[in-house]
Nanobody, 122 residues
Framework: QVQLVESGGGSVQAGGSLRLSCAAS????????MGWFRQAPGKEREFVAL????????SFADSVKGRFTISRDGAKKVVYLQMNRLEPEDTAVYYC???????????????WGQGTQVTVSS
């Protein structure tokens, strides 16, 4: 199995930046697609971004495209989500996920981190 631990969440003012980290461990973790999802109160969990460990495939949700960047460090086994020009609408619990498929739906992912809170004030 794969274990995922997120870090880097916090509270920022609108227009600010945060970088989230997802540390991966476990056997055969490189087989998995790595994704970021978020869930705001009263809303469904939504896709944010994904990346393969090779870095050859990257995808973003339209709501964050141009503001967020996803990257990975294979040697450190860490996936990053750099969030710039944050907006109050970005406020949510952010989750790192790993799946054997490839897609934008939460059901395509098998392992999840505990989540990290991101709060953006206006």
């Amino acid at each position: 199995q794969v274990q995922l631990v997120e870090s880097g969440g916090g509270s920022v003012q609108a227009g600010g930046s945060l970088r989230l980290s997802c540390a991966a461990s476990g056997r055969s973790f490189r087989e998995y697609i790595m994704g970021w999802f978020r869930q705001a109160p009263g809303k469904e969990r939504e896709f944010v971004a994904l990346i393969t460990w090779s870095g050859g495939s990257i995808s973003f949700a339209d709501s964050v495209k141009g503001r967020f960047t996803i990257s990975r460090d294979g040697a450190k086994k860490v996936v990053y989500l750099q969030m710039n020009r944050l907006e109050p609408e970005d406020t949510a619990v952010y989750y790192c996920a790993a799946g054997l498929g490839y897609g934008r739906h939460s059901y395509e992912y098998d392992y999840w981190g505990q989540g990290t809170q991101v709060t953006v004030s206006s």
